[in-house]
């Protein structure tokens, strides 16, 4: 950066904007970490505005009702411990969706609205329910309530899945919506929600879950017991909102779909900026308005071209719209931390099949070597099958009957088996006819859905020299098999991998693409300790001359079980192995957050080898220190933390660390 440019900054971090992506424990472990570390340093009570996403949300909002009710941070971090490790989640999802009355208010039996009443039952009654009154904690503890911390902007992404934009849960010290452009709630039902929907909503993640339907999979304070089985008198708070909704949608829909924030922004950096427009308004009446539209201006840009400008950084002189420059100036902001954990990967996709000679496998190369037989069947062959099995039936059905009827003819008391005569007409007549009626009908039912889609297919596109039957009958079955298979692993790679990378470089360049932000961003990816950097760069060269570079083999093999942990919602733990997932996980926030962090600062934060604010070149010399420790031990600060926690499993494991690495 030029000297010019540096004069655009402050030189120190006393106003911080943090973002936590999603990525499920991954997410949560690693976010832990940070901000840990972060707390260490004595930078956390600097954090004004939170971002969250996914797995980021729990941590996120954990912390932002640490906040409000005064816990101590050791507290916080303790929770996680006491929560994660020891639950079964799979087995408490499961409980609750085959249990009489179904986890949803709206009656719905799934692993979302089952995962909201874990979340609301083991961590947040748990930890939090002693602060409220009537042991509900709902977004009013949040919004209305005078807050004794440091945070003063707060979003929790999810993905609105009828437009295809954010929706967002928001609490701010000035004007916001809650909700998106397109449906806006009152303060009244939004302080309603119960936080554990929230959050239920912001780390809905699609395929492995369903969506949320909001309203009326969410618990509003009027459901009582009997509201689960439509049964309350009324659910005016459901009512209201669901009658905006039907005005606002074209379709009439009383309900929206609600999924994971990080279908979005898994970054939640859009937020973020939307928080500092508001701080350029300063705008601190609240709003008096019903559920329904939301006012222009304080939702994502419209269109293609307003998105454009906004990241541009022009200002937009639509008065339809009033999207402003955020135009950051060094009293708006210090520092975006974008925490990141993207999963890293050896291949997105799977090879071709080669073969010895290191060709592509050639088609038919499986059967000349032995291939099994049912992937040599032709779908041509299939009913040929499916008519000899009837042919058996029928000859087994017909000597059945023939036994049946000579067993009627004899003495039952001789009979082996003392089932009687019913027991003997079910075993000798019904279960035969059963059975050669389903295989009727499964010819039928083959034959007319085959019938009819050749005839779509004929109609789709026309001209075939021959009828598109003939083609298909030749296919084996082997090769359909391999074609589903392939193509639901393109789709899984596709969603998973490929388009979730491209979101998350969207929302970056949303960030990079800001000339009055680009000094101001720390990208804080999960992976950084695993990559290749450039060792003969002054930082470096300064770090090996403290004796602090590069990093020691356990702290990269640290990193290389974080950056590569699935993208998963439980804590495993390997046997034979001191760490858990969550171990390694915080160890590896720890230490990135903190080489991260002297990084930015020894690059961006001096000027002619001097540092811009001489408290800056404290704190680097107070985050090199915890850099040492951790080269030297990288689970030192896990350790320490790990002894000053009310859990006395934790205090014996932090023992136990020290001894085996002593």
């Known amino acids: 950066m030029t000297s010019e440019n540096k004069k655009n900054i402050s030189g120190n971090l006393n106003q911080i904007a943090l973002s936590l992506s999603g990525g499920g424990v991954r997410a949560v472990g690693f976010h832990l970490g940070v901000m840990s570390m972060l707390r260490r340093l004595g930078l956390l009570r600097n954090v004004q505005i939170i971002s969250t996403v996914s797995g980021g949300s729990m941590p996120g909002i954990g912390y932002a009702l640490a906040q409000q009710f005064g816990r101590s941070f050791q507290d916080f971090f303790d929770d996680f411990y006491e929560f994660l490790p020891q639950l079964n989640i799979l087995e408490e999802l499961m409980a609750r969706v085959v249990a009489r009355n179904p986890p949803s208010a709206s009656g719905r039996r799934d692993l979302i609205t089952a995962m909201a009443n874990v979340y609301e039952e083991f961590y947040f009654k748990k930890f939090f329910g002693e602060y409220v009154k009537d042991g509900r904690l709902t977004f009013d503890v949040l919004m209305n309530q005078p807050g004794r911390g440091h945070l003063e902007e707060m979003i929790f992404n999810a993905t609105e899945f009828k437009t295809g934009t954010a929706f967002r849960f928001q609490v701010s010290q000035f004007r916001c919506l809650i909700g998106n452009r397109n449906i806006s709630l009152c303060q009244k039902h939004a302080g309603q929600i119960r936080i554990a929907d929230i959050m239920a909503a912001s780390s809905c993640i699609p395929v492995g879950m369903e969506p949320l339907f909001f309203p009326q999979d969410f618990h509003w304070p009027d459901d009582g017991e ?55 308004d300063k705008i601190k009446e609240r709003d008096t308005h019903e559920c329904g539209y939301s006012m222009s201006g304080r939702g994502d840009p419209p269109g293609p071209k307003e998105w454009a400008d906004w990241m541009s950084g022009r200002i937009d002189n639509d008065a339809s719209t009033e999207h402003r420059s955020i135009e950051v100036d060094p009293e708006d902001l210090d520092l975006l931390i974008i925490s990141d954990t993207p999963v890293k990967k050896a291949s997105f996709y799977p090879r071709v099949p080669l073969s010895q000679s290191g060709e592509p496998e050639k088609a038919g190369k499986s059967e000349k070597s032995g291939g099994k037989f049912f992937e040599k069947i032709r779908v041509s062959q299939l009913s040929h099958i499916a008519w000899f099995v009837l042919f058996l039936l029928v000859i087994s059905t017909a000597i059945t009957v023939k036994e049946f009827i000579y067993l009627r003819k004899t003495d039952w008391t001789n009979v082996p088996l003392d089932i009687g005569p019913w027991g003997y007409s079910i075993l000798h007549l019904f279960i035969p006819f059963l059975l050669m009626g389903l295989t009727i009908a499964a010819l039928w039912i083959y034959k007319r859905n085959k019938r009819k889609a050749m005839a779509k297919l004929q109609d789709l596109i026309p001209h075939w020299k021959q009828k598109p039957g003939k083609y298909i009958e030749k296919l084996r079955l082997g090769d359909i098999l391999k074609m589903g298979s392939l193509r639901a692993e393109s789709v899984s790679v596709l969603t998973a991998a490929i388009y979730m990378d491209r979101i998350r470089g969207l929302g970056y360049s949303t960030a990079y693409s800001r000339y009055d932000l680009q000094a101001r961003i720390l990208a804080n990816e999960i992976s950084t300790l695993q990559e290749k950097h450039a060792h003969d760069s002054d930082f470096h060269s300064m770090l090996a001359a403290q004796g602090a570079w590069p990093p020691p083999p356990e702290m990269e093999r640290i990193t290389g079980r974080a950056a590569t942990m699935a993208t998963k919602l439980w804590i495993d733990h390997e046997e034979g192995d001191p760490l858990n997932d969550l171990d390694y996980l915080v160890a590896n926030g720890q230490s990135t957050i903190c080489y991260n962090l002297m990084k930015y600062m020894w690059k961006e934060l001096r000027d002619q080898g001097e540092w811009i604010d001489p408290d800056t070149g404290v704190l680097f010399d107070h985050a090199l220190i915890e850099w040492k420790k951790l080269i030297n031990d990288p689970l030192a600060l896990l350790k320490d933390r790990k002894r000053k926690s009310r859990l006395k499993e934790q205090n014996e494991h932090a023992k136990a660390l020290e001894a085996l690495s002593g």
Do not use: F, H
Request: aromatic residues 6%.
């Open 226 to 280: 009997w509201g689960r089985w439509n049964m309350a008198p009324s659910r005016p708070t459901c009512d209201e909102i669901s009658q905006a909704l039907q005005r606002n949608t074209d379709t009439g829909d009383s309900s929206i779909a609600l999924m994971d924030g990080g279908v979005y922004d898994n970054q939640g950096i859009t937020s973020t900026l939307l928080a500092l427009n508001r701080s350029k």
